[in-house]
């Protein structure tokens, strides 16, 4: 159902509001920029407020500004590319990826899911439920821990040892299966095969009875944008059909990895 004014009304926080009014003159202000002057007469706010908006979102690297005092002018900030490049980069992979998707799962008969990553975790952005299949994998938008699905670790498979030292610093190896992997060593191994054979395995680590593959998507650069994986009851795969299925989401990946100009 879409909100009617009133109730969007009712949820508006006036502050982002106002900051937003700010960003918004500031993209329309040319290469000079502007003045806080000039920002607070376009959006009709006071001076006072329009700096300490400025000043905030200098912080945060979305302003830029140079010269002093009174000639001080302010422009857009390069955080505002990054965040357009992630757009970009997250808007054209789930198009790119999302007809790859189905036919995945139509060829293994599995479900199917496309992920990113989002401050280290793995958050799924696309589905594509297999046949038939009760439904297993989690709701999309959910953050998941990397390091107890195949979706997460075949990203994490993409990175250096220091930087995925890092992320674990920062959520931990909390168990979640039968069998996650809660240490950091243990995990590194895992990742470096990840690596070699070119999909992660979950097998129950993230909930008892289902075994997930997974592999890495890349763009251009080389930089990993995303992973896909399959889902099954374990049950389902038998121990010499996940090489198979494994190559079979390598072989996927790689095709998105192609139509999104990587190799």
């Excluded at 500004?65 to 965040?83: D, E, I, M, N, V």
């Excluded at 975790?121 to 439920?129: N, T």
């Amino acid at each position: 159902m879409t909100p009617n004014s009133d109730n969007a009304d009712k949820y508006r926080v006036k502050s982002l509001d106002h900051a937003l009014d700010v960003v918004e003159a500031l993209a329309h202000g040319g290469r000079e920029g502007l003045a806080v002057t000039e920002i607070a007469t376009t959006v009709g706010m006071s001076k006072s407020s329009a700096y300490s908006i400025l000043q905030t979102l200098l912080r945060r690297g979305f302003v830029a500004s140079h010269g002093t005092g009174p000639t001080r002018r302010y422009r857009l900030g390069l955080s505002f590319a990054y965040l357009g490049d992630q757009v970009t980069s997250q808007t054209g992979l789930r198009e790119v990826a999302m007809p790859y998707l189905e036919e995945l799962t139509r060829v293994a008969g599995l479900t199917s899911r496309l992920a990113i990553f989002d401050e280290g975790y793995a958050v799924a952005i696309g589905r594509i439920d297999g046949p038939g299949t009760i439904r297993i994998a989690p709701f999309l938008g959910r953050r998941e821990l990397p390091h107890a699905t195949a979706i997460g670790k075949a990203m994490l498979a993409t990175l250096g040892d220091d930087e995925v030292r890092a992320i674990i610093e920062s959520i931990g190896l909390p168990a979640r299966g039968p069998n996650t992997i809660v240490d950091i060593d243990t995990l590194l191994r895992d990742l470096h095969r990840t690596a070699e054979r070119g999909y992660a395995v979950d097998d129950e680590e993230d909930t008892a009875g289902v075994v997930c593959i997974g592999a890495s998507v890349l763009d251009r650069t080389g930089t990993c944008v995303g992973a896909i994986s399959v889902t099954a009851l374990k049950h389902e795969m038998r121990a010499d059909s996940a090489a198979e299925i494994g190559a079979l989401v390598r072989r996927y990946a790689d095709t998105i990895t192609t139509e999104l100009g990587g190799r």
